[in-house]
């Protein structure tokens, strides 16, 4: 599901003309490839070579498609997601989607992607809900110590 993502993303900004837009997305095809293969058990995409690959990967397409100030928000985006899917954990994945979700908002925004943006605003408000539960649940748990320790 990912993948087709991915790719209906990449079509929709080669359309609107966002080339770093079609280029990153391109390349997240390529880490969803990676990234599956990991969770197959395939012991090369486990390896630190594929993580530097992957972030050589989203700075080169960032770089052969620079486009001013918006393609940078969109590599630092890409390699904070990278780095999130590449820890695995869920709270790394959500915490880099934190860093990754503002910055594609604001391209979409600037190349007129409505999807993109509202996607990005789905993406956002998903963090946010995780974080308040976050703090819901700390603050529940802290409550039922008190109550222990009395």
């Not at 391109?26 to 197959?40: L, Q």
Request: aromatic share 14%.
């Amino acid at each position: 599901m990912q993948i087709a993502s991915n790719v209906l993303f990449t079509i929709h900004f080669g359309l609107l003309g966002a080339w770093s837009g079609f280029a990153l997305n391109a390349a997240a095809v390529v880490r969803t490839v990676m990234m599956f293969a990991r969770s197959c058990g395939k012991r090369w995409a486990g390896k630190p070579f594929a993580l530097a690959f992957m972030l050589t990967v989203c700075t080169v397409a960032g770089l052969a498609t620079y486009d001013g100030w918006k393609t940078l928000l969109i590599v630092v985006a890409m390699i904070a997601s990278t780095l999130g899917l590449w820890i695995g954990s869920s709270n790394w994945i959500r915490y880099s989607m934190f860093v990754s979700s503002p910055l594609w908002l604001i391209y979409n925004a600037i190349v007129g992607s409505i999807s993109g943006a509202v996607t990005e605003t789905f993406n956002l408000i998903s963090i946010a809900i995780f974080f308040i539960r976050m703090a819901f649940e700390r603050k529940h748990k802290k409550s039922k110590e008190e109550v222990k320790e009395k």
